[in-house]
């Protein structure tokens, strides 16, 4: 993976605009988005459904293409990218996802291996012991055999967490990864993403309608109607809404 120097932003956003669809469909769906995060910043994205939050973390993750303005992502300008780099791209991020995404038909460990299958150089003997180095660290060293349906909902994101981080991403990219699962669940997965993210010195950019968790960001933004319409946000501010 490539390097970085910390006086950087990992994420620099800058007039970012993106529409939906062509032709008398096209639907603008961001405007003017600015936004510039740091290297080991933990940063949540809150407001209403609808308001462009997905579609932000989306294109911050490299799975579709920035339009118009400018998206820099460790430095590299993913606007008007092609399928090859947006690839390349996603290679430094770790993606978890509220519906935890893992496949029914692999074990736990399995699963996680998944996460180190577009890393190249990387042996089998290599993939396994990472794997299952990520799935103690997230408390499931007893769970490796298991199958997805023989995991509680928790279980279930925190194997996700683990193959987010398996790779050892710069940035990790998060979509409502509590709404499935009960208050300690919840604070469980998103405090254990806290540390080990942490230990690992990468950055964390968080979509969450959840304001029980808010407390772990070292920022807030609040996104409405396609629009950033703060930067910072207090959490007495957000706790209000």
């Not at 400018?70 to 290679?91: D, F, H, P, V, W």
């Not at 692999?106 to 993939?127: D, K, W």
């Not at 349906?149 to 194997?159: A, E, F, P, T, W």
């Not at 050892?168 to 993403?193: F, H, N, W, Y």
């Amino acid at each position: 993976m490539e390097t970085i120097k910390t006086s950087q932003p990992v994420i620099s956003v800058q007039n970012l605009d993106h529409y939906f669809g062509s032709g008398q469909l096209r639907k603008q769906v961001l405007f003017n988005i600015n936004l510039e995060i740091n290297v080991g910043e933990i940063v949540i994205m809150t407001g209403p459904s609808g308001s462009g939050k997905t579609t932000l973390l989306t294109l911050v993750g490299g799975l579709r293409s920035a339009q118009t303005g400018s998206l820099r992502i460790l430095g590299k300008e993913l606007c008007g990218a092609n399928n090859q780099q947006l690839t390349q791209a996603r290679r430094n991020h770790g993606y978890i996802f509220q519906a935890h995404n893992l496949h029914g038909s692999l074990t736990a460990l399995q699963n996680v291996r998944m996460g180190l299958e577009i890393q190249p150089h990387i042996s089998p003997q290599e993939m396994l012991s990472r794997s299952q180095a990520a799935l103690e660290a997230v408390g499931l060293g007893n769970r490796l055999n298991y199958y997805p349906d023989n995991l509680s909902g928790g279980q279930k994101q925190r194997v996700a967490i683990a193959r987010a981080l398996v790779s050892q991403p710069k940035i990790v990219l998060a979509d409502e990864p509590t709404a499935a699962l009960d208050k300690q669940s919840g604070r469980d997965v998103v405090e254990l993403m806290q540390k080990l993210a942490k230990e690992q010195g990468c950055t964390i950019l968080l979509v969450t309608h959840d304001n029980r968790i808010l407390d772990i960001a070292d920022r807030i933004v609040y996104m409405e109607d396609g629009h950033l319409v703060r930067d910072g946000v207090s959490l007495s501010i957000v706790n209000s809404q």
